[in-house]
């Protein structure tokens, strides 16, 4: 069959998008190859393995998986069933970030900003702030082995070995500076028993799901920041849908005014998707 064959068919259960990847994917070539070659007549164990991936696609595994890869912030990334596919809406996280070192850049002349990221998975998070600032060093931490395992991979792809250290913390627990610049976090935030199936099915369970309401890891992560007294000039994290008014809730009540702006940001949807905590001293 040609490459034209090919997709048309593939499109009888997927949508064209996902059918120009995974044959680009497949044949080794950009998708903008396939059609400059559209009547190549492809061999047949690469059609084969084509509907194989149809197949498995269409059965609910993400097409990331497939691939083994996800690009984030224009970055591209390894990601298998031991992380999160990085997602939109976590470039907010980013941009915040990057929005307030840029802002504060003449402090990070004579020294590096300190950043850490909790929960990293894939390092997505990390990465694209590193690679978007030079003056900076991360601390990059989860509680799964196999999603260090990525993160190091993604580590040692974008050149970021001397500049960010990966390992293992439940939270804060392993984490002994107590002094950041920033502090990132895309912990899991889906209530227990909630997600699409196809999510449930393939992605870890451990990066889903954050309690009855979704919010409890994030209250840990506070609890702990403040019990372990750890300085921070900004703290960005993402959550899910529905969940503004116990997140606001939960800043109300561990960040006095008097020392703590908060605010918490929509996304393109409109839907209250991250919280914003800044030392008074600095405004927004």
């Known amino acids: 069959m040609t490459i034209k064959e090919l997709l048309v068919e593939g499109e009888k259960r997927l949508s064209r998008l996902d059918c120009e990847v995974l ?6 070539v950009s998708r903008e190859k396939l059609f400059s070659d ?9 059609e084969k393995l084509y509907f194989k991936y149809v197949d498995e696609v269409a059965g609910g595994k993400p097409v990331a998986y497939v691939t083994n890869s996800r ?28 929005k307030f070192l840029n802002d504060h850049s003449s402090d990070y002349i ?10 990293t998975g894939s390092l997505c998070i990390t990465a694209a702030i590193l690679r978007n600032f030079e003056n900076c060093f991360a601390h990059s931490v989860d509680v799964s082995e196999g999603a260090l395992e990525v993160a190091k991979m993604n580590r040692e792809y974008h050149g970021l070995e001397t500049r960010c250290q990966i390992y293992q913390s439940d939270l804060l627990s392993n984490v002994e500076e107590r ?6 976090a895309n912990l899991p935030y889906v209530e227990d028993g909630g997600a699409d199936e196809n999510v449930r099915k393939f992605e870890p ?5 954050g309690g009855g309401d979704g919010i409890e890891l994030y209250k840990k992560l506070i609890q702990e920041i403040i019990e372990k007294k750890v300085k921070f000039d900004l703290l960005v994290c993402e959550f899910g849908f529905g969940q503004e008014a116990s997140v606001c809730t939960l800043l ?4 006095d005014q008097r020392k703590f702006k908060w605010e918490v940001k929509k996304d393109l949807a409109g839907i209250p998707r991250i919280f914003i905590v800044q030392t008074a001293k600095l405004s927004f």
């Open 205 to 209: 369970v451990k990066a889903l799901f």
């Open 252 to 255: 109300s009540k561990n960040f």
């Open 23 to 28: 044959l680009s994917y497949v044949l080794g």
């Open 110 to 119: 004579d020294r590096d900003a300190l950043v850490l990221d909790v929960g």
């Open 71 to 98: 690009e984030f912030y224009g970055l591209d990334f390894y990601v298998d069933e031991r992380v999160l596919i990085p997602r939109p809406e976590t470039e907010m996280v980013v941009d915040e970030a990057l």
């Open 179 to 184: 002094e950041f610049d920033v502090i990132v």
């Open 38 to 46: 559209f009547f190549w007549e492809v061999p047949a164990t690469d």
